[in-house]
């Protein structure tokens, strides 16, 4: 296989409170290949979004980037000077933000919005054609140029923020719940038009979000993220056949299915304190079949080929409900 276009290794982001270090994502490690998507999962809390920060150097205090590597096409982010690093930032590395349509400006029309971005980093304003083609691309019509974000639906605002994202060319895209905000429609019809975009150029993209039901139809991989700690990491195909973490067990068992009726599985939240994990597994005090070795620490290793997990029971739980 080739070089991955990003790799994340050992990354820690913790925030400081007055009662020691939230251990927000504590020592995960992932590669994205060339021209792939990844979908990092998990419930609210679990650390997707500090992982995007750090990896994008955007950690205000009171948090800090507390170890780790990221290197985008050979090269070490965390080392590059903030100068460097902003260089990259939009033109190799994109974001669409969580409430992405939220952040647009209100007062400033949606055509000098994106012209803003890419004179920011290239010196250089984009002619209106080129604006009109980002427009296309997104599937905005042509009148939205004179128009300001208020003027906008949600999923047209959306739309917007892609069309930013993609306005540089970037190599790696990551999209943070970028549907979320939106009606299970319009958040589908979005979805797709990513998904469009991202096929139509080529880019490689990390997916954040905690619809595992969208998650199935958007990307190659899913790596599930539970309390900080990247807990399985498997192509989507054998993620949902054959989860090998009672954690993916229990996100997979709660999509909504058509044709059956399933309880919630989700029901409390991250249980511990995330000053305070526990020795071991980081799922110990939620998963139904925890034992006595679970407090040993529980790295990740590999159960098929793709396919990495951190339990020491999942050959053994293989089939298993949770
Ligand atoms: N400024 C902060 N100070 C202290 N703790 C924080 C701060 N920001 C986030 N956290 C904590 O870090 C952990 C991870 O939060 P994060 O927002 O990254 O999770 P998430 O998985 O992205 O959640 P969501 O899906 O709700 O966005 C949580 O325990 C959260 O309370």
Redesign the pocket.
């Known amino acids: 296989m080739s070089e991955p276009v990003l790799s994340v290794r050992g990354l820690k982001v913790y925030?400081a409170?007055p009662d020691g270090d939230?251990l927000?994502t504590d020592d995960i490690s992932f590669d994205l290949e060339r021209g792939e998507t990844l979908g990092l999962v998990?419930e609210?809390?679990?650390?997707?979004?500090?992982a995007t920060s750090g990896i994008l150097r955007m950690v205000s205090s009171?948090?800090r980037i507390a170890g780790g590597r990221v290197t985008l096409d050979g090269e070490d982010m965390i080392a590059l000077s903030d100068e460097e690093f902003r260089k990259r930032r939009w033109s190799k590395l994109a974001l669409i933000p969580?409430g992405a349509m939220n952040s647009l400006n209100p007062t400033m029309k949606i055509s000098a919005q994106i012209a803003d971005v890419v004179r920011t980093h290239t010196g250089a304003a984009p002619d209106r054609a080129r604006v009109l083609e980002l427009f296309q691309m997104v599937g905005l019509p042509e009148r939205i140029y004179e128009m300001y974000p208020h003027e906008l639906s949600g999923g047209m605002k959306q739309r917007v923020c892609i069309a930013m994202a993609v306005a540089l060319n970037p190599t790696v895209i990551i999209a943070d719940?970028a549907t979320s905000a939106l009606d299970v429609v319009v958040q589908r019809v979005v979805a797709q038009t990513l998904a469009k975009v991202r096929d139509a150029l080529g880019v490689s993209m990390i997916m954040i979000g905690?619809d595992m039901g969208l998650m199935a139809q958007m990307v190659d991989r899913i790596a599930v993220?539970y309390a900080g700690k990247i807990v399985e990491i498997a192509p989507v195909a054998d993620m949902f056949a054959r989860p090998g973490h009672p954690y993916s067990k229990i996100l997979i068992e709660s999509v909504p299915s058509l044709t059956e009726r399933r309880p919630m599985k989700i029901t409390e939240g991250i249980t511990h304190d995330?000053r305070n994990p526990p020795e071991g597994c980081i799922f110990q005090l939620r998963c139904p079949h925890v034992n006595d070795g679970c407090t040993k620490p529980q790295p990740m290793r590999e159960l098929r080929p793709g396919q990495t997990v951190a339990c020491h029971r999942a050959e053994e739980l293989e089939g298993a409900h949770v």
């Open positions: 925030y409170t939230v927000a998990g609210s809390g679990s650390g997707k979004t500090t009171p948090g969580q719940e905690h993220m995330p």
